[in-house]
């Protein structure tokens, strides 16, 4: 029976989940006569991809496709990831135009490239490996983008590439390697990308050895004639040398050495209301660094309002040969008095590692105009202002977490004995169930409840009100729907089930619970059945 009460509590708290879809390009800068590669994940249910826009302005190297199953809120959903070389038709700033996905169209994305490169060392050799380095003069812990390319023109059987450790400094292999095709000097290579972040530990020379790789390669005539159709390949690339270069004096602290770092207001809003929470949203794009190397985005406490931040969400990506981070963080500010409301802006120094300066980056003072709360403030015990009442689901779950640690036993127990409740109600027939509890508050006030719950927008609250004025303890949508004497509510009420629970829009279901309920909830008399359409299992 416990199990059940589990069962029961993971369909209560299920989400909607709506189809996505993403697009994103392996490289945003290649040399010309190299392949980039054009991933697409999406949740949709495609088969294949039209790639023909990209025929005006790239060759079509070749396409993939690999599909996945996840769970998601309990709910099983596909996932597949298309993946087409590109290679384009000359150098220049290209754009990758949008590609229908099911009804989504991608978002378009800059592709820079260069014109072509002199050949590196290897001359004809059938393979050969060189190391690129974003900085020759870094930094300590500074993060410098390394990357190793081997270089290989015959197909391959079998190969393994080493890279050792840098003694001085920490080396850190970044995501997955990246596979596309170069022309060098008139002869076409496969290219394996893989791509490093090293962080110098002290100042000084710091040496890092060459790459290396052993394989087995597909043998010629002679090689098929005195031996297995196989020969030996093996390549290195030159030591590399860096001098790196102690942290200035006037360096700020906390240590931060970038290429560049931007900061923005992703959602600011400009009122408020006392005791009600508003979700401010920041980001920062931090060109040189990863996540671990950045300091906590966030606005100063205030007197005024109380702050509660979300974890951040970072996003790295290897851009121009070296790392590329994108923070962003969700703050809700809960104001503690009306009137005018400053808030001062993030700002973060740093060190501009190619100029060696230093450098400010800082966002302006968020001002809101704070009007009265609808609600008098509650105080927690150390005397600190609480808010009543919060908008927004994030802005919730950061509030809440305030109180839930020392109630943490008996939320339990409320949550189970409710659960309890629940699944009692449900085994309860229809016609058991008390109907006269339909009365029990005056129509227009029923109304009123229901007419705030959809102008609110919540399909939670939307359902608690339908299930109370139908007389209904609980969320049982299933005997709101039997008891509703118009057929157009009803559909909107099984939308509104779909919406919460299944994979419906929830957009869509609240458009057509507004036009339904526009005038009010249709109930059924009671006493009045609806008619089935089945002959009854036990004739009287």
Same mark, same amino acid.
């Given at each position: 029976?416990?199990?059940?009460?589990?069962?029961?509590?993971?369909?209560?708290?299920?989400?909607?989940?709506?189809?996505?879809?993403?697009?994103?390009?392996?490289?945003?800068?290649?040399?010309?006569?190299?392949?980039?590669?054009?991933?697409?994940?999406?949740?949709?249910?495609?088969?294949?991809?039209?790639? #023909?826009?990209?025929?005006?302005?790239?060759?079509?190297?070749?396409?993939?496709?690999?599909?996945? @199953?996840?769970?998601?809120?309990?709910?099983?959903?596909?996932? #597949?990831?298309?993946?087409?070389?590109?290679?384009?038709?000359?150098? $220049? &700033?290209?754009?990758?135009?949008? /590609?229908?996905?099911?009804?989504?169209?991608?978002?378009?994305?800059?592709?820079?490239?260069?014109?072509?490169?002199?050949?590196?060392?290897?001359? %004809?050799?059938?393979? @050969?490996?060189?190391?690129?380095?974003?900085?020759?003069?870094?930094?300590?812990?500074?993060?410098?983008?390394?990357?190793?390319?081997?270089?290989?023109?015959?197909?391959?059987?079998?190969?393994? /590439?080493?890279?050792?450790? &840098?003694? $001085?400094?920490?080396?850190?292999?970044?995501?997955?390697?990246?596979?596309?095709?170069?022309?060098?000097?008139?002869?076409?290579?496969?290219?394996?990308?893989?791509?490093?972040?090293?962080?110098?530990?002290?100042?000084?020379? /710091?040496?890092?050895?060459?790459?290396?790789?052993?394989?087995?390669?597909?043998?010629? @005539?002679?090689?098929?004639?005195?031996?297995?159709?196989?020969?030996?390949?093996?390549?290195?690339?030159?030591?590399?040398?860096?001098?790196?270069?102690?942290?200035?004096?006037?360096?700020?602290?906390?240590?931060?050495?970038?290429?560049?770092?931007?900061?923005?207001?992703?959602?600011?809003?400009?009122?408020?209301?006392? $005791?009600?929470?508003?979700?401010?949203?920041?980001?920062?794009?931090?060109?040189?660094?990863?996540?671990?190397?950045?300091?906590?985005?966030?606005?100063?406490?205030?007197?005024?309002?109380?702050?509660?931040?979300?974890?951040?969400?970072?996003?790295?990506?290897?851009?121009?040969?070296?790392?590329?981070?994108?923070?962003?963080?969700?703050?809700?500010?809960?104001?503690?008095?009306?009137?005018?409301?400053?808030?001062?802006?993030?700002?973060?120094?740093?060190?501009?590692?190619?100029?060696?300066?230093?450098?400010?980056?800082?966002?302006?003072?968020?001002?809101?105009?704070?009007?009265?709360?609808?609600?008098?403030?509650?105080?927690?015990?150390?005397?600190?202002?609480?808010?009543?009442?919060?908008?927004?689901?994030?802005?919730?779950?950061?509030?809440?977490?305030?109180?839930?640690?020392?109630?943490?036993?008996?939320?339990?127990?409320?949550?189970?004995?409710?659960?309890?409740?629940?699944?009692?109600?449900?085994?309860?027939?229809?016609?058991?169930?008390?109907?006269?509890?339909?009365?029990?508050?005056?129509?227009?006030?029923?109304?009123?409840?229901?007419?705030?719950?959809?102008?609110?927008?919540?399909?939670?609250?939307?359902?608690?009100?339908?299930?109370?004025?139908?007389?209904?303890?609980? %969320?049982?949508?299933?005997?709101?729907?039997?008891?509703?004497?118009?057929?157009?509510?009803?559909?909107?009420?099984?939308?509104?089930?779909?919406?919460?629970?299944?994979?419906?829009?929830?957009?869509?279901?609240?458009?057509? /619970?507004?036009?339904? @309920?526009?005038?009010?909830?249709?109930?059924?008399?009671? $006493?009045?059945?609806?008619?089935?359409?089945?002959?009854?299992?036990?004739?009287?």
């Amino acid at each position: 029976m416990f199990a059940r009460f589990l069962l029961l509590l993971v369909v209560f708290t299920a989400l909607p989940v709506s189809a996505q879809t993403r697009a994103w390009l392996d490289r945003a800068q290649i040399t010309y006569g190299e392949t980039a590669t054009l991933n697409i994940e999406t949740s949709a249910s495609v088969q294949s991809i039209d790639y #023909s826009p990209l025929s005006a302005q790239f060759d079509i190297a070749g396409q993939t496709v690999r599909r996945s @199953f996840e769970m998601v809120n309990g709910q099983s959903r596909a996932k #597949s990831l298309f993946a087409v070389g590109i290679r384009p038709r000359g150098p $220049g &700033v290209l754009t990758v135009p949008a /590609l229908r996905i099911d009804n989504v169209d991608t978002t378009p994305m800059r592709l820079t490239v260069l014109p072509p490169s002199v050949q590196p060392a290897g001359g %004809d050799a059938d393979a @050969f490996v060189e190391t690129v380095l974003d900085a020759v003069q870094p930094y300590v812990q500074q993060a410098v983008g390394m990357v190793v390319r081997l270089h290989v023109a015959v197909p391959l059987l079998s190969g393994q /590439l080493d890279q050792d450790d &840098v003694p $001085g400094a920490s080396l850190q292999r970044v995501g997955e390697d990246i596979q596309y095709q170069r022309e060098i000097g008139g002869r076409r290579y496969n290219v394996v990308e893989r791509r490093y972040l090293l962080v110098p530990e002290r100042s000084g020379a /710091l040496v890092i050895p060459g790459a290396r790789f052993n394989g087995q390669a597909v043998g010629g @005539f002679f090689d098929n004639i005195f031996d297995d159709g196989r020969k030996s390949l093996s390549a290195a690339a030159p030591v590399k040398r860096l001098q790196v270069l102690a942290i200035p004096a006037s360096a700020p602290q906390p240590w931060l050495p970038l290429h560049d770092l931007k900061l923005r207001y992703v959602q600011s809003p400009r009122a408020a209301r006392v $005791g009600e929470a508003v979700a401010i949203e920041l980001e920062a794009i931090a060109d040189g660094a990863s996540a671990s190397q950045l300091p906590p985005l966030t606005i100063p406490d205030s007197t005024q309002a109380q702050v509660f931040a979300d974890p951040p969400q970072s996003d790295e990506q290897f851009i121009e040969g070296r790392p590329r981070t994108t923070l962003r963080r969700r703050i809700a500010i809960v104001p503690l008095k009306a009137g005018a409301l400053t808030l001062q802006g993030p700002r973060i120094d740093w060190w501009d590692a190619a100029q060696g300066v230093v450098r400010t980056a800082m966002l302006p003072s968020l001002q809101l105009q704070v009007a009265p709360g609808s609600v008098p403030a509650t105080t927690v015990d150390d005397g600190a202002p609480m808010s009543p009442q919060v908008d927004g689901a994030d802005t919730r779950a950061s509030v809440s977490t305030i109180a839930l640690g020392r109630h943490a036993p008996w939320l339990l127990l409320v949550v189970v004995l409710a659960a309890a409740f629940a699944w009692w109600r449900w085994r309860m027939p229809v016609d058991a169930m008390p109907v006269a509890a339909t009365q029990s508050s005056p129509p227009e006030v029923q109304a009123a409840s229901l007419a705030a719950a959809l102008k609110q927008g919540e399909l939670a609250a939307i359902a608690h009100a339908l299930c109370t004025d139908a007389g209904i303890r609980g %969320d049982d949508l299933d005997t709101v729907r039997t008891r509703l004497d118009d057929a157009a509510q009803a559909e909107a009420v099984e939308r509104l089930q779909s919406a919460r629970w299944g994979s419906g829009d929830a957009e869509s279901a609240l458009a057509a /619970l507004r036009r339904a @309920f526009a005038k009010g909830a249709h109930w059924r008399k009671p $006493g009045t059945k609806k008619e089935s359409l089945l002959p009854p299992l036990y004739p009287e």
